[in-house]
């Protein structure tokens, strides 16, 4: 694989989360942003979250489901983040990222707010993905998850970052 910046119409990897910014992870999540940028093309979204508006947890699910539906576009594989979902190894999450590549798609993942994500989102999704069986903040799932994005595409160009 080519060590340079992606090219303008290569793979691209939104990360859509529900809730506050980073906090005091930011300059961690900043950190593999950058690194993240000369491997494809990068785009976090932050999107509000409904839960402090005195809605239940189903409502805010719902009212959040429209705001991360309206993000995926038609040449999206959407992966939803939760934590029963599936667990891959870093070698599989990389897989994943090739077969991406290979057939022109792009990758929105859905980190869901304080209530999770919706049974919508999930039943769309191309994949559910777990992180870990324990419950992770949000944030710390962005940063775990670029963190792991950037490993898998450290394993596609054969760099000795993973061990």
């Known amino acids: 694989m080519d060590r340079r910046a992606p090219r303008e119409g290569g793979l691209k990897i939104r ?9 005091l992870l930011a300059p961690a999540v900043e950190d593999y942003a950058q690194r993240l940028s000369h491997c494809a093309r990068l785009e976090l979204l932050e999107l509000k979250a409904a839960s402090g508006k005195k ?11 429209q705001s991360i ?4 576009k038609p040449r999206d594989w959407l992966i939803a983040l939760d934590e029963r979902g599936q667990l891959l ?15 022109s798609r792009d990758l929105l993942f859905a980190v869901g707010g304080d209530e999770g994500l919706a049974p919508e989102v999930i039943g769309a999704a191309r994949l559910v993905l ?3 069986r324990l419950t992770l903040p949000h944030r710390l799932a962005r940063l775990v998850l670029l963190e792991q994005l950037y490993r898998a595409f450290t394993l596609l160009r054969g760099e000795p970052y993973h061990k």
């Open 130 to 132: 777990s992180l870990s």
């Open 69 to 72: 539906v309206q993000k995926v």
């Open 55 to 65: 809605l239940s947890a189903a409502e805010a699910r719902r009212a959040e489901r």
């Open 89 to 103: 190894s870093s070698v599989e999450l990389s897989r994943l990222i090739e077969q991406a590549q290979n057939q």
């Open 15 to 23: 990360v859509v989360s529900v809730g506050k910014g980073s906090g």
